[in-house]
């Protein structure tokens, strides 16, 4: 097998926009992913704006331009599956069906919170969804997800295990652990890598000798795929193939979604020359690679949808995601109480 180690047209921006392939999916599915490319998007810049106003007290990383990975991927998983977050996961946790009132009063630090308003934007939960929670420690969650994957088999079960990182997680030593132990177990583990080509202000090739990370997978003798991160419908084809062989207890699969964020590493601002290559040129460039443009045009030019239909979407998401605002700001914060009883656990006993 020849080694994997550039990406390509995949990572620059300059190369030429190519149209999505529907692929005959039917217009419906294609639709309700559009639909939740657009609330995740409106979701953050709500976030964003809770940031800029000094609302939100949180740390939060903002994956807008991103939505595609997360929505093509979750598409694959049933509720039943198990998928691991880091700390820019919003857009898994809504993309899975994560409630977004809970995910704002979350980032508020409100008691009706995700996690109770004791973690903010990076520890998100909705286990009833199959988002099993959100780590910031870099990497920390994807043994865990590999420890799901492992109880799956032992349990003879037919849930796949899905930890979801970043191209600088693929840095931190426990990630090559998980990755040599999934495939040597052969368990029921999909790798989710979103390469978005910068880990905090740092570009990729001023860190790695090669900018895919697939080539890790491939050194573990395991399955991977490597897609534009910015086609949903690539996305979810290629998660698909991964989690239809995991399910079938074929081994680990790896997939690598080369994709972009438009606004800085943390907080609402673009961040623009704050890194050693990050440019308005380049943004502006990877703005033109908008994944929910691409969608929006390629089901226009299909006739299954016109523009003003996907105007009355975004009006009506908004409302959604408005309502949702407001209802986490009406939210009580936690009892200052909270704060020892949801940090330590009680000894039996009751001490
Ligand atoms: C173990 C650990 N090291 C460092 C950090 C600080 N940190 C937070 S996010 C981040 C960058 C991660 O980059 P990447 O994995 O590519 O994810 P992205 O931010 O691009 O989504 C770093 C270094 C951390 N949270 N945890
Ligand atoms: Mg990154």
Request: glycine fraction near 10%; include cysteine.
């Amino acid at each position: 097998m020849e080694l994997r180690t550039t990406l390509g047209t995949l990572a620059d921006p300059h190369s030429p926009v190519e149209p999505l392939e529907l692929r005959n999916l039917p217009a419906s599915r294609l639709t309700e992913d559009l639909r939740t490319m657009v609330r995740i998007r409106q979701a953050e810049a709500a976030v964003g704006d809770m940031v800029e106003s000094g609302e939100a007290k949180c740390p939060c990383h903002l994956g807008i331009g991103q939505e595609a990975v997360a929505v093509g991927i979750c598409g694959a998983l049933t509720a039943r599956d198990r998928l691991y977050g880091g700390h820019r996961a919003h857009s898994q946790y809504i993309a899975l069906g994560g409630d977004l009132t809970a995910m704002f009063a979350e980032i508020l630090g409100k008691q009706t919170g995700a996690s109770k308003g004791m973690g903010g934007s990076m520890h998100l939960y909705a286990p009833e969804t199959g988002f099993h929670g959100s780590v910031p420690i870099v990497a920390g969650t994807v043994p865990v997800a590999v420890g799901a994957a492992l109880a799956a088999k032992m349990d003879g079960s037919d849930i796949v295990a899905v930890p979801v990182f970043g191209d600088g997680a693929c840095e931190e030593g426990g990630v090559h652990e998980a990755l040599n132990m999934a495939s040597i177990m052969k368990l029921p583990v999909v790798f989710v890598v979103e390469n978005n080509l910068y880990s905090s202000h740092l570009d990729i090739n001023l860190r790695q000798p090669f900018d895919s990370v697939a080539r890790f997978a491939q050194a573990h003798g395991i399955e991977s795929e490597v897609v534009d991160g910015n086609d949903v419908v690539a996305t979810r084809l290629a998660m698909d193939r991964l989690v239809a062989r995991a399910r079938a207890g074929e081994g680990p699969g790896f997939l690598e979604a080369v994709t972009y964020r438009w606004r800085g590493h943390v907080g609402h601002r673009e961040d623009i020359d704050v890194g050693v290559r990050r440019s308005s040129d380049e943004v502006a460039a990877w703005r033109a690679r908008d994944p929910i443009r691409r969608l929006v045009d390629a089901l226009i030019s299909r006739k299954d949808m016109s523009e003003g239909e996907f105007n009355a979407m975004t009006t009506h998401v908004q409302g959604e995601v408005d309502s949702a605002v407001e209802a986490a700001r009406q939210a009580d914060y936690p009892p200052v109480k909270a704060l020892i009883d949801m940090v330590y656990a009680h000894a039996a006993g009751g001490r």
